[in-house]
């Protein structure tokens, strides 16, 4: 079996005027996400791992933030034509693990419902997704709550 992996990260200022989406799914905070679509940085780590492991460029290549017709885009929506893309070229997920860094809010609550809504976009099993969620202790951007980060890892095999 031919194996690849990726990794991928992303970061986004957090503001007021925003919805906070994380994972696919809408989390109540005081505050969102700054982007050109959604901004939902699990989802974009996620999407530049499957595409790093294939050597396919980063998401900013497909969805361009420079393009007007992704404003506000659904991060799930791109997360499924890049699915397909991968599907296409031969490959499927083995799994997805993934860690969202950020103060506040709390996402502990929140992360079975990031995995369910994550894995039904991929058409995986919800142990096929891995989601963790920690803070940066209070240091550097995300530690002074000037944004959320997440990092990401997917495996590909060879269909």
């Given at each position: 079996?031919?194996?690849?992996?990726?990794?991928?990260?992303?970061?986004?200022?957090?503001?007021?005027?925003?919805?906070?989406?994380?994972?696919?799914?809408?989390?109540?905070h005081e505050l969102g996400l700054l982007g050109h679509s959604d901004a939902d940085v699990l989802t974009?780590?996620?999407?530049?791992?499957?595409?790093?492991?294939?050597?396919?460029?980063?998401?900013?290549?497909?969805?361009?933030?420079?393009?007007?017709?992704?404003?506000?885009?659904?991060?799930?929506?791109?997360?499924?034509?890049?699915?397909?893309?991968?599907?296409?070229a031969g490959w499927k997920i083995g799994n997805i693990d993934s860690c969202v860094v950020a103060e506040?809010?709390?996402?502990?609550?929140?992360?079975?419902?990031?995995?369910?809504?994550?894995?039904?976009?991929?058409?995986?099993?919800?142990?096929?997704?891995?989601?963790?969620?920690?803070?940066?202790?209070?240091?550097?951007?995300?530690?002074?709550?000037?944004?959320?980060?997440?990092?990401?890892?997917?495996?590909?095999?060879?269909?």
């Amino acid at each position: 079996m031919t194996i690849r992996i990726g990794n991928g990260y992303d970061i986004h200022q957090l503001c007021t005027g925003r919805k906070l989406i994380l994972g696919g799914i809408e989390i109540p905070h005081e505050l969102g996400l700054l982007g050109h679509s959604d901004a939902d940085v699990l989802t974009h780590a996620i999407m530049d791992a499957m595409l790093g492991a294939l050597s396919l460029g980063d998401i900013g290549h497909y969805f361009p933030p420079t393009d007007p017709k992704w404003a506000g885009a659904d991060s799930l929506v791109l997360l499924s034509q890049v699915n397909q893309l991968i599907v296409s070229a031969g490959w499927k997920i083995g799994n997805i693990d993934s860690c969202v860094v950020a103060e506040r809010p709390k996402l502990k609550p929140h992360i079975k419902t990031m995995r369910d809504r994550l894995s039904q976009t991929l058409d995986l099993q919800p142990d096929q997704i891995g989601i963790k969620a920690t803070t940066n202790e209070k240091l550097g951007p995300v530690g002074r709550e000037e944004g959320i980060s997440a990092y990401a890892v997917a495996l590909l095999f060879q269909v």
